[in-house]
């Protein structure tokens, strides 16, 4: 594991090729410093909505969450005219709990390339899966203590670039996208039944924009957490949502909801700005009027 690890680091690579490698993920606003503001923003979907995709498309459920998170992510930096020639690469939490009776988080991690560069939303999600089932089978023939091991190996140079900043011109992946399987049945507290439930994760340095989801009975809820410096305007990521399920949907010949027709007016980038300080206001004074006589 400490092996494969270290290879996956220093072994050439094409940048879209299907088996993503660390530091292959271009710069992006998402890898910048942040700060200790925070935003959150939610939306929930119907389970059958995302199902009802992947059936026609082919795909996992889990694909389809990511080339929806894709698809949102690709029109925030389009309309803010920051979207990277490169494709933003996602890490993806997986769980090993299966492999083991121990308690306790049993989580090994795979790269996933999000095609955010691919206009098509099907060629979009048949990179995504091509990229997922590559590193999942390459996983596969791993035991768990080899995976642990890998995921280690290629997790620890990212320390050393968040000290340095060199995470912000070579990251190891551009953000974090976690898909965590929740309760199939209605809950309830003191008789009064849950009827939605979020997921709220942790932003961190270089790492300014973390997205989980989770479902629940029969509902999926997708949690964006950001620094609210480093991502402003980060409300806008559920129109965007929105506009990825429509434009999915209608690629794929399963709905009648119109898309976007019109093309995107550059923006400038999407960049925190400081309000200039206000001169002073100064009243002129009125000439003095002669006394009556």
């Not at 961190?204 to 480093?230: H, L, P, W």
């Amino acid at each position: 594991g400490v092996v494969s690890g270290l290879w996956d680091i220093v072994r050439p690579s094409d940048a879209d090729a299907a088996l993503t490698q660390p530091f292959n993920a271009p710069p992006s606003p998402f890898n910048v410093p942040i700060s200790g503001s925070r935003r959150f923003v939610a939306q929930s979907y119907e389970l059958a909505r995302l199902k009802a995709i992947g059936k026609a498309s082919g795909a996992t459920l889990n694909d389809v969450v990511m080339a929806l998170c894709s698809g949102a992510l690709r029109l925030y930096l389009q309309e803010n005219d920051v979207l990277p020639d490169k494709s933003l690469i996602a890490m993806l939490p997986v769980s090993m709990h299966g492999e083991t009776d121990k308690g306790g988080n049993q989580v090994a991690t795979i790269l996933a390339n999000l095609a955010t560069n691919e206009i098509d939303p099907l060629k979009r999600l048949e990179r995504i899966v091509a990229s997922t089932q590559a590193a999942k089978q390459r996983l596969s023939k791993m035991v768990r203590l080899e995976k642990v091991a890998h995921t280690v190996m290629l997790m620890s140079p990212m320390l050393p670039g968040m000290i340095t900043g060199r995470a912000a011109t070579h990251p190891a992946f551009n953000l974090v996208i976690s898909n965590v399987p929740g309760p199939r049945n209605d809950l309830y507290l003191n008789g009064s039944h849950l009827d939605e439930s979020y997921p709220v994760s942790i932003p961190m340095e270089y790492q300014a924009i973390n997205i989980t989801v989770t479902s629940y009975v029969d509902k999926m809820a997708f949690g964006f957490t950001a620094c609210r410096r480093a991502v402003p305007n980060m409300q806008r990521l559920i129109d965007y949502l929105d506009e990825a399920f429509a434009e999915m949907e209608h690629a794929l010949g399963i709905s009648r909801k119109p898309v976007r027709s019109k093309p995107r007016a550059a923006r400038k980038p999407a960049a925190p700005t400081l309000a200039k300080p206000r001169a002073p206001r100064t009243r002129k004074a009125k000439p003095a009027q002669p006394p009556a006589e």
